[in-house]
């Protein structure tokens, strides 16, 4: 039973599907991957031992589950459609204690929390409209960033790609793996911000606007004075 992993922490709550990892189906039949890793990556992948886990759902587009060394652990904050979900937990409270995992994954995590996007836009606030409101909210996740890199421990509401990339940081283990796919130049810093040394970008998409969105395998610091080892 995964439960028993001594990863998982007894204060936060989470439902666990009663599907053994050993019979969990293929993530993917789509035998073409976007990206590859280099040898140099994937041998590092290699060494991990313990639990591998997925935030946000599958990411099987943004490293072959083939190349893994045991399936993973996958966990959202719902059940999408047909997806395959080991866990249901919210990505910024994962039920596993600090320094615990190995290797997490994550990709195409929305820019803006949807529980306060949804909180936000439908308020009654009668000096603003829901589309307004709509507008609102995503500009309020970009000034996120220049809260988080003027002083990471500013409260971050509604920005819910840099409060996952804080939780990933809790639980991952020292000179533990974090690959995460579709961050932007923003994104960027604050994995810089939080210590995370770049292994390998496996993947770049350019996108409207001039903007580039990057695949990156990251490994957190193993140096005590590093004021994100946690």
Not at 45 to 53: D, E, L, Q, S
Not at 73 to 96: C, H, N, V, Y
Not at 127 to 152: C, S, V
Not at 213 to 225: A, C, G, I, L, M
């Amino acid at each position: 039973n995964i439960s028993k992993h001594p990863c998982f922490s007894n204060n936060i709550p989470c439902i666990i599907s009663n599907m053994s990892l050993d019979t969990i189906e293929e993530l993917t039949n789509n035998p073409n991957f976007k990206n590859q890793p280099s040898h140099k990556t994937l041998d590092l992948i290699a060494t991990i031992k313990g639990p591998i886990v997925e935030v946000g759902g599958t990411t099987h587009k943004l490293i072959d589950p083939e190349l893994l060394p045991h399936k993973p652990i996958t966990t959202d904050r719902k059940k999408w459609g047909e997806e395959s979900i080991d866990l249901i937990t919210d990505g910024k409270a994962l039920p596993f204690v600090d320094k615990s995992i190995p290797m997490i994954m994550a990709d195409h995590i929305s820019l803006a929390d949807l529980i306060e996007y949804e909180s936000y836009i439908h308020s009654e606030d009668p000096a603003t409209t829901p589309q307004e409101r709509q507008g609102d909210i995503k500009e309020f996740a970009k000034k996120d960033y220049r809260l988080f890199l003027e002083n990471p421990d500013s409260e971050i509401k509604y920005n819910l790609r840099i409060n996952i990339m804080r939780e990933i940081n809790r639980v991952v283990e020292p000179g533990g793996i974090v690959a995460f796919g579709a961050l932007n130049d923003l994104d960027m810093q604050v994995a810089e911000t939080l210590g995370w040394s770049t292994i390998e970008i496996i993947g770049e998409q350019h996108i409207a606007g001039g903007r580039t969105h990057y695949d990156v395998v990251f490994q957190k610091p193993t140096d005590s004075t590093n004021p994100y080892y946690s």
